[in-house]
């Protein structure tokens, strides 16, 4: 008998969900074959089975999830030696029931007596659609309408990454107005940058100026860091997911924009790996171009800090002593207060305003 463990898609990576299983028990796999899908960081990625047979057992199924190394699924010579799982397991009336693993699966989620489903399947097979079928017939029978949706792995992780961070730290937001008018002006004679990459170098110049926002804290020690990488949330459609420019304090702003486009290429392609998830230093989340005008970020794993970027909008404003009309965005700092001051915070945001607002400051920051 084989053991097929969870493996490690990632330096990063501690823990896998599975996704989707190709085989189900009973099935014969050759090596090479895909075996399973597994999701960690955010990242599917397919397991080729390592071992020739038959696939006795699966110890972890769809939607759950299991450490580095441990054993997932068993690959025997034979059919039928899921020894282990027989005698956990003692026949009752519904593993006699003719059922697929996923109906199975959901009845028990939801409490569903499986004799009470008729099956469509082959040989009267209850299979997942059935049981998705009774669930709305008897949603419609006992009251209003509604769906329950089950989390998918990418959600579960969202929300498990939420948690901690409130958890984690205490957290607290301080917003500022700032006249972005200057970027406003640079962006029309440099149609090919666009306004994110304009923020990542400004942002990642300020780190530089305040090591203490360029940092992790795990509790007891605060790791600041040389190398600023500034993770930039992307909303997928499925999902928010946070990938990483690496060292974008020496990138130019070319070099920012074309990092920037790989990674749009990677979300549409869905080809992201591990390690453009990881090690990001300071998140930035821009929210603008949702018609959102400030909003309080939450703190990216153990990162101290977080900016997020609100709707560039035209209004009147006192600019040189006249009225003029200029372009404003709120810019709005999260930060772990255990870590950072409120002073401080309001340092690092009044210097990215100052940058921001004076041309000259700015053009010297983006080296044009």
Known sequence: MFEVRMPKFG???????????????????????????VESEKIINALESPYEGIL????????????????????????GKEEGATKEEPKTEETLILAS?????????????LSKIKGTGPNGRITESDVLAYIETQSKNEGPKSRKIPLDPLRKR????????????????????????????????????????????IVSSVLKEFPRFNAHFDGSVIEEFDDVNVGVAFDTG?????????????????EIKDTLNQI???????????????????????????RTDFFTPVLNGNEVA??????????PLVFEGEIKIRSVAYFSLSYDHRVIDGALAARFLGRLAEVIEKGSLLKEVLKI
């Open 56 to 79: 006795v057992e699966i110890k972890v199924q769809e939607g759950e999830s299991a450490k580095v190394g441990e054993v997932i699924a068993l690959i025997g010579e034979e059919v």
């Open 264 to 290: 749009k290429e990677k979300v549409k392609s869905k080809s992201l790996s591990v390690d453009d998830l990881s090690n990001s230093t300071f998140t930035i989340t821009n929210l603008g171009m949702l």
């Open 158 to 201: 969202i929300i498990d990454n939420l948690v901690k961070s409130y958890r984690d730290s205490v957290l607290v937001t301080n917003v500022t107005k700032v006249d972005v008018t200057e970027i406003v002006n640079l962006k029309k004679e440099l149609p090919e940058i666009t306004l994110t990459a304009f923020f990542v170098k």
């Open 101 to 113: 693993p996923a109906a199975k699966r959901l009845a028990k989620e939801y409490g569903i007596d």
């Open 306 to 315: 977080i900016l997020g970027i609100g709707r560039i909008e035209e209004m």
């Open 11 to 37: 330096l990063s990576m501690e823990e896998g969900t599975v996704t989707k299983w190709f085989k189900k028990v009973g099935d014969f796999v050759k090596k090479g074959e895909p075996l399973v899908e």
């Open 238 to 254: 499925d999902g928010l997911i946070v990938p990483v420019i690496k060292d974008s304090y020496n990138k130019s702003l070319l």
